[in-house]
């Protein structure tokens, strides 16, 4: 089968998985985005509005911590320096 004789087959099948992929839910969602769904379009505001919130937020908790993350650093190296130390306290006996 060469020629243009390979064509009928072929856009049968384009065809039929067309029309299959219309009534998947992958079909659906493409129409409506492709057709400017209006629900669709005000999902897509209140998700940029609540990315921005959320951002906001991110951006408030880091300068929070921003001058606290030395403070941390150091109050972690000292917790790990006293457990370090009463594990050497705590040693059986003869151990060594």
């Known amino acids: 089968m060469r020629g243009p004789e390979i064509l009928i087959p072929l856009v049968f099948f384009v065809t039929a998985g067309g029309v299959a992929m219309m009534y998947t839910p992958l079909g659906r969602a ?16 209140d998700l940029r509005a609540e990315v921005a919130d959320l951002r906001a937020e991110l951006d408030d908790t880091r300068a929070r911590l921003g001058g606290g ?5 150091g ?22």
């Open 69 to 73: 993350i030395e403070e941390l650093h």
């Open 30 to 45: 493409l129409a409506r985005r492709l057709g400017g769904n209006k629900e669709a379009t005000a999902d897509l505001e």
């Open 75 to 96: 109050r972690l190296d000292f917790a790990e320096r006293m457990l370090a130390q009463g594990k050497e306290k705590n040693a059986l006996p003869g151990a060594r």
